[in-house]
């Protein structure tokens, strides 16, 4: 199982990405999908995270009402968009997946997650 996480790149505040988590080897069914991210000096910290088949989400305070996570079941791709983008949101993003997972099941902690994407990196300048 391999995620591939992409769409990072370099953006002034107030503008907007889509981060792309791509999953081979593997379907998404009945998993976690979560966006971590960890900025210079600090440590990783919960994102966004989304039921992959009952489709309910969960977000850390400091991101609710700027991103959204999804995904796109047929092309076995998670996404989270990332709106009004502040240079605290600078950052590598990391998406991770749990499976075997109960229904509607949402998990923050990253120790609940199995498999990890290589991060792709947010640059928010001011």
């Known amino acids: 199982v391999q995620l591939q996480a992409s769409g990072g790149g370099l953006v002034q505040a107030g503008d907007y990405l889509r981060l792309s988590c791509v999953g081979s080897?593997?379907?998404?069914?009945?998993?976690?999908l979560g966006w971590f991210r960890q900025a210079p000096g600090k440590e990783r910290e919960f994102v966004a995270a989304?039921?992959?088949?009952?489709?309910?989400?969960t977000y850390a305070d400091s991101v609710k009402g700027r991103f959204t996570v999804d995904r796109d079941k047929a092309r076995n791709t998670g996404y989270l968009q990332m709106n009004a983008l502040k240079p605290e949101d600078t950052a590598v993003y990391y998406c991770?997946?749990?499976?075997?997972?109960?229904?509607?099941?949402?998990?923050?902690?990253?120790?609940?997650?199995?498999?990890w994407g290589q991060g792709t990196l947010v640059t928010v300048s001011s």
């Open positions: 991770a997946a749990r499976w075997g997972v109960r229904w509607g099941v949402v998990s923050t902690s990253d120790s609940e997650y199995d498999y």
């Open positions: 080897g593997r379907r998404f069914s009945n998993s976690i």
């Open positions: 989304i039921s992959w088949s009952a489709g309910s989400t």
